[in-house]
């Protein structure tokens, strides 16, 4: 089972067959564009306070929301770069700019993820964080995951040198394989590469992680691009929820 896209209303939106119980997973990846979580909330038939919001620190902390337990306070008072929740009729989002965003679902437990993963935290496995911590909460076999990774910045333009490089020879084995050097000396990263290789080290098998693949910074007409426009780049806003 993949999930298909449908754009609709200025955002991409992923949508899955209903699983056994009746219930549905819904995911949108944004693209740029005016009231972006008016849309969503649209998208997803929500009022806007029943979605789940954090501030983002490139870290690789976590927040768990039980649906036995009340959630507490979302929004710039919860600091943190992924989200993970078996609460039905609730969204969880990250906001990205170039970063990757990651949405994962677990089709046996009923419980889903939504993750932000820059060069930060994808040097800090967020990723893979997020799966161990899915399995610890929630008892999720990564065998049991599908994960739908949106657009981000591409191999193609995403240069970077020492202060990435350095801990990403020091960290993963496989580093060479999501490094791409070009003839001028310049290193380039697949950041999706990185994470889909995380992710299936965690266990998630290789056909249930389907990757976007396109690269936010060649597409400013699409995307909004933090590498090419700055402090004046704004933020696509990606979710995932289960249906009520």
Same mark, same amino acid.
Request: glycine share 10%.
């Given at each position: ?17 209903a699983l056994a119980g009746g219930r549905k997973w819904r995911a949108?990846?944004?693209? !740029? ?9 649209? #998208? ?10 954090? *501030? ?18 979302? +929004? ?12 039905? +009729? ?6 990205? %700019?170039?970063? @990757? ?11 889903? %993820? /939504? ?9 800090? /496995? ?5 799966? #161990? &911590? ?19 910045? +591409? ?9 990435? @490089?350095?801990? @990403? ?6 580093? !060479? ?19 889909? *290789?995380?992710? &299936? ?12 693949? %396109? ?6 007409? *699409?995307?909004?691009?933090? *590498? ?10 990606? +979710?995932?929820?289960?249906? %009520?």
């Amino acid at each position: 089972m993949s999930f298909h896209v449908i754009v609709k209303e200025g955002h991409r939106a992923v949508e899955l067959p209903a699983l056994a119980g009746g219930r549905k997973w819904r995911a949108v990846f944004g693209l !740029r564009g005016p009231h972006p979580m008016e849309i969503l909330a649209k #998208l997803f038939g929500l009022q806007q306070n029943q979605i789940a919001t954090v *501030r983002q620190v490139h870290g690789d902390s976590i927040w768990v929301i039980d649906a036995s337990q009340s959630p507490g306070p979302s +929004g710039p008072e919860r600091e943190a770069d992924a989200i993970i929740t078996n609460r039905a +009729g609730m969204a969880i989002t990250v906001q990205t %700019a170039d970063c @990757l965003p990651i949405v994962i679902w677990d089709e046996v437990k009923e419980v889903v %993820a /939504a993750v932000h993963a820059g060069w930060r935290g994808s040097l800090n /496995a967020i990723a893979s964080k997020t799966v #161990l &911590t899915m399995r610890s909460s929630f008892g999720s076999d990564p065998k049991s995951l599908w994960v739908g990774i949106g657009p981000a910045i +591409g191999p193609c333009c995403y240069e970077v040198n020492g202060p990435v @490089l350095k801990p @990403l020879r020091d960290r993963f084995e496989y580093w !060479r394989e999501v490094v791409i050097k070009k003839g001028n000396g310049k290193e380039m990263l697949d950041l999706a590469g990185l994470n889909v *290789r995380q992710l &299936t080290a965690s266990g998630v098998s290789p056909e249930r992680i389907t990757v976007a693949g %396109a690269c936010t910074f060649c597409h400013p007409e *699409r995307f909004y691009s933090y *590498r090419r426009d700055g402090n004046s780049s704004g933020r696509m806003i990606n +979710g995932i929820m289960i249906g %009520a």
